[in-house]
Each structure stands twice: as structure tokens, then as C-alpha cells.
């Protein structure tokens, strides 16, 4: 059973540098054909894809945020950590992180998302 | 890297069907085989319906189905359900990276 779970501040002052952090059980990221994304939500609107790391640590990012985004392994085998550099009130957004699979190029398990609010 | 266009709403009634369209260009939906449909219920996570332009995943009923022609794609949903009603996300793959579509509101009337 394949479980992803988001974790990090729901409050961030502008211009700090929020760090998430994805805790997943079920699979390896270590597996062929493996990854696991980062797609964000803000209130009221639509999906966004932020970034993605495969099992062979390729990384990709959203062009329009890439000079803010880095995605990691963590220290922990089972889990990925995304950093958003220079946070601002309209990154305000529920973050998730999702299961993907590169031969399918989709995201087939979510997380529940966490509320990251971006105010002073 | 423009979103993949949705119809902002569509609805239905019970037992009819309906087609959401989502259309973007020949870099990402005309040029890959990577369509994904995702329904969102209020406070909930996406759930994964089509994936491939037409695969449905286990579990997922065979009332959805997927399809492309060109730059658009397409999620039919036959003999609608009042559970159907929920917010439905069209995703492609481009280079590199992933479009989501603005998203369609389904009401069942």
C-alpha cells in the first residue's frame, strides 16, 4: 500500500525559505522507474506541477520557478524534500507530493497536502 | 509554459453523459501519449482516472474514458452519478517537465 504524507511550516513570513518534506511508505526510490513529484494548489484554483526526482536522482523543475525550487532524497531513504527559496504571498497554496512513474509520466498516489500560508 | 485549456464548468444530469475537453498544443498533448485525467472532490487530494490518454487504473469505473485527436483530449463520463460531481484536472507531459489543465467543475444536476 502506497502512502505519501507532507510535513513542513504552515506559516512562512515573505522572503524566508520554506522547506517540505515528503515522508512515503510502499515503495522505493530506489526502483526503477520511480519518482515522486511536488504539485501545489492555491485556494481556489488550479493544480500546478512544481518539480520531480527519479529514482536515478534526475531532477526536474517548473521553468517559471527553477532559480527557487531544489528537490532532494532526503537523509531518510523514504523521504524527498523540496525548498522554495524567496516565499511570497501568492505561493500561498496546499502543497502535495505525489508517487509518479516515469514510463507513464503520472502521478498515481497522493499525499494529503499541507496549507502552507505566506504572510507577514 | 502556458496551463492546458479546460472548460471552466460543465454539467449533466443522472444517467447522461458527458465530455470534458482539455486542449493545449502540439509541444505537449499533440506531442505525447502522457494524458492523465484527475478528479478532486472539496478538501481532498486528486485522484488519478485516466492515465495514457486512455488507460483507466484498477478501481477506477469503466464509466470514464479517455481520448485524443490532435493538441485535444478528451474525458467522457457515462451514466453520471451524483458522486461524479467533483473538479476534474487534465495533465500532459511536455519536455521536461508536466501541464495541468485550469480545471472543469462537474455538477450533476
Excluded at chain 1, 522572503?15 to 515522508?23: A, E, I, P, S, V
Excluded at chain 1, 515522486?36 to 526536474?60: C, F, M, T
Amino acid at each position: 500500500q502506497i502512502t505519501l504524507k507532507e510535513s513542513g511550516p504552515t506559516l512562512v513570513k515573505p522572503t524566508q525559505t520554506l522547506t517540505l518534506t515528503c515522508t512515503f511508505s510502499g515503495f522505493s526510490l530506489n526502483s526503477r522507474g520511480v519518482g515522486v513529484g511536488w504539485i501545489r494548489q492555491p485556494p481556489g484554483k488550479a493544480l500546478e506541477w512544481l518539480s520531480l526526482i527519479y529514482w536515478n536522482d534526475d531532477k526536474r523543475y517548473r521553468p517559471s520557478l527553477k532559480s527557487r525550487l531544489t528537490i532532494t532524497k532526503g537523509a531518510s531513504k523514504n523521504q524527498v524534500v523540496l525548498t522554495m527559496t524567496n516565499m511570497d504571498p501568492v505561493d500561498t497554496a496546499t502543497y502535495y507530493c505525489a508517487h509518479g512513474l516515469y514510463s507513464a509520466k503520472v502521478f498515481d498516489y497522493w499525499g494529503q497536502g499541507i496549507l502552507v500560508t505566506v504572510s507577514s | 509554459q502556458s496551463a492546458l485549456t479546460q472548460p471552466a464548468s460543465v454539467s449533466g444530469s443522472p444517467g447522461q453523459s458527458i465530455t470534458i475537453s482539455c486542449t493545449g498544443t502540439s509541444s505537449d498533448i499533440g506531442g505525447y501519449n502522457y494524458v492523465s485525467w484527475y478528479q478532486q472532490r472539496p478538501g481532498r487530494a486528486p485522484k488519478l482516472m485516466i492515465f495514457e490518454v486512455t488507460n483507466r487504473p484498477s478501481g477506477v469505473s469503466n464509466r470514464f474514458s479517455g481520448s485524443k485527436s490532435g493538441n485535444t483530449a478528451s474525458l467522457t463520463i457515462s451514466g453520471l452519478q451524483a458522486e461524479d460531481e467533483a473538479d476534474y484536472y487534465c495533465s500532459s507531459y511536455t519536455t521536461s517537465s508536466t501541464l495541468f489543465g485550469g480545471g472543469t467543475k462537474l455538477t450533476v444536476l
